[in-house]
């Protein structure tokens, strides 16, 4: 017999979890937070885990295709280009304080 898939809640959307490389690691994006884990020189692993912003990914946005499109292209470009700077001082020795928040994408592009 097929199997069957649990069902959801109406409304509820089906998220598929990703990440990518970073400078000695990698960095995971879920539905509701972002982590990072890093090898610092001395070989210790080192992790920074960070909420999302709900309101991107909530709403009028996130319910229009082309909009969701943008936004979407513009948090992963700013996401990844936050976590390679981050990776890139932790690996050096260098480790900073850092936030996924703030209007940092500007400089991205």
């Known amino acids: 017999m097929a199997e069957q898939k649990p ?4 409304g509820e959307l089906k998220f ?10 990698v960095l995971m994006r879920g539905a509701h937070d972002v982590s990072i884990a890093v090898r610092d020189p001395q070989g210790q692993i080192v ?11 909530q709403g009028f946005i996130a319910r229009t295709p082309f909009l969701r499109g943008i936004t979407g ?9 936050k976590a390679l700077m981050w990776s890139a001082d932790v690996a050096l020795g260098e480790e ?5 928040g703030g209007a940092v994408g500007f400089a991205t592009v």
């Open 7 to 10: 069902k959801r809640a109406p």
């Open 16 to 25: 598929s979890y990703g990440g990518q490389a970073v400078i000695e690691g």
């Open 47 to 57: 992790e920074h885990q960070e909420p999302l912003n709900k309101t991107m990914y």
């Open 73 to 81: 292209l513009w948090d992963a470009m700013v996401l990844g280009t």
């Open 96 to 100: 900073e304080d850092v936030t996924f």
